[in-house]
C-alpha cells in the first residue's frame, strides 16, 4: 500500500486544516439549527449588481482581462481610495485585481515572504494568515491581543516579537472573530513601529466598510510615511454582499504589486471578467444598498451586544465586521465543550475561539449577520443553555 | 427617531423592548416616542400586508386615472376629498401629467368597481374624465415581493 500522505508535501503536513469546519456536519444535518457561525452577509448581492453581470454576459463579456483586472476597475477602485482617504494610487501601476482578497493575501506574502522570514501576525485573526504564511515558506508568529484592550494591538506587544528575521506584519481592523476597530492613534503607533523596525505592513482591510460609531474607518496606508511600505488589501465580499464572487483588490508600491503581479499571471492569469463588470458597478451605484446594508448591521450589533451584556457572559463593544466575541470562561465550559454542547442542546451554532489562534481559547465567535429575530431566538437559546448547564 | 421609524416602518410588531435594545435606548424613552409620533400623526396606521390573492380572495382592484375641473379657492382638494371619503377608495393622489387624480379602487367584482366608476365617480362636480385600468397580478407591493423565490444559499459554517 502507498502511504499518500508521505507524498504529500511536508509544508502541506503541517498545515492544520481549518478548525472552523469542525461542527459544521452535525450543524447541517440539523432541522432548526440558528447559526451564528456563518463569515457572510446574510444579504444577496444588491439586483443592480448581478443585473450589470447578467447585462456584461449578453453583451459577450467572456474572455480573459489583462492580469492586473479591468483597467475600469482599476481607476474606479483608485478614486474610491482618494475620495475615501485621499491616498493615491496609480491604476496602471499600484493596483492588482484579484480572486477575492483570499488570492491577494496568498500573493503578497509570496511576494515578500524568504525562507526564515518571520511576520508578525496578532491574534485572533482570521483562519488563512497563518497558513498562507507558512506556504509562503514564511514563519508566521502569532502576537497575543486582549480582552482587556478590547483586543487592539500595541507597538509593546508586537515588539516582544521582533527578531532580526521579522520582516512583515499582518494586522486585519476592523477583525474577524473580534469585531475590534483601531483608531486613528493606535494605527498611527503601530506606523511609527513599522517605520522604526522597517517593516512591510500588510493591511487587510475588507471589513473597512463595515465600521460603526463615531470614528470612521482609517485606512492603514492613509498615514503619514505608510503608503510605500503598506501592502493594502481589500475587497467586495463583506460590504457589498459579493462573498461567492470572489474579487478583491491589492494596491501598493509598484515593485510590490509588480511581484504580486507576476505570481498571479503565472498562477490565476486573472480574476473572472464577470465578476469584474459587477464590482465596476457596485462602485459606481452600489453605495447607497451598501449604507443600508452597514445600518443594518449596526442595529444587529447594538442588540446582540445588549444580549449578551444581559447574560452575564463579558465581551466589548464590537466596532467593526459583523462579529461579537464574548468570553465564556465563567461558564466554565472550554470553548469547543462549549460550541458543542450548544449545538447538540440547543442547535445554535456558533464558532469557537481558538479556531482564530490560541488567545482565542476562552472566546465564541457569533456573527450577526443574520435576521433580528433569529439573534433574539438565538439569545433565548443561549440563556436557556446557561441556565441549564451551571458548572 | 428616523430610525425607530424605519424600524417600525420594515417591522410594526418589534417589541418595545426590542426595539430598545436595537436602538440603545431605555424602554420607557422608546415608549414615550411612539405614543408622540402617534398622537403627531407622523405614524398613521400600523397596517399589515396581505397576500389576499394567495388566501383566495378574488378582490378586483382598479387604477382609475381622473381628470378634473378645479375649483375656485380650494383648487383640487375639495373634489379630492369627495373622492377619498368614500370606503372603496384605497388610495388617492394628485399627479402631475396628463391627469390629475391617480386613484385606486378595491371592490368585490369586476361589475362592482365599474359601477361604482360610472355612478358615484364620474358624477362628482368638477371630474371631466376617468380612465379606468385593472390590475392583473401584483408582482411587488409596498416594497414586498409578492413571490419571493430567492433563499438563503449560505453554508452554516464559513470562516
Redesign the interface.
Known sequence: MTDWKSRISPSVNAIAPSGIRKFFDIAAEMEDVISLGVGEPDFVTPWSIRESCVYGLEQGYTAYTANRGLLTLRQEIAALQKRLYDTTYDPAREILVTVGVSEALDLAMRAILAPGDEILIPEPCYVSYQACATLAGGIPVSVPTRLENEFRITPAELEAHLTTKTKALLIGYPNNPTGAVMGRKELSAIAEFAEKYDLIVISDEIYGDLTYGDEAHVCFSSLPKMRERTILLNGFSKAYAMTGWRIGYACGNPVIISAMTKIHQYTMLCAPVTAQIAAIEALRHGEKYMKKMVAEYDRRRLFIYDGFSNLGLACFEPKGAFYIFPDISSTGFTCEEFAEKLLTSEHVALVPGNAFGKCGENHVRCSYATSIDKIAEALARIENFLKNHKK | MR?LLE?LEHDARRSVN?LA????RSEYEVEKQIEQLEKDKIILNYNTLINWEKFGDNTVTSIIEVNLMPQREVGFDAIAERIYRFDEVRTVYLMSGSFDLLVIIEGKSLQEVANFVATRLATIDGVTATRSHFMLKPYKKDGVIINDK?R?H??????
Open positions: 430610525e424600524l426590542e435594545a436595537i436602538l440603545h430567492e438563503d449560505r453554508l452554516v459554517v464559513s470562516p
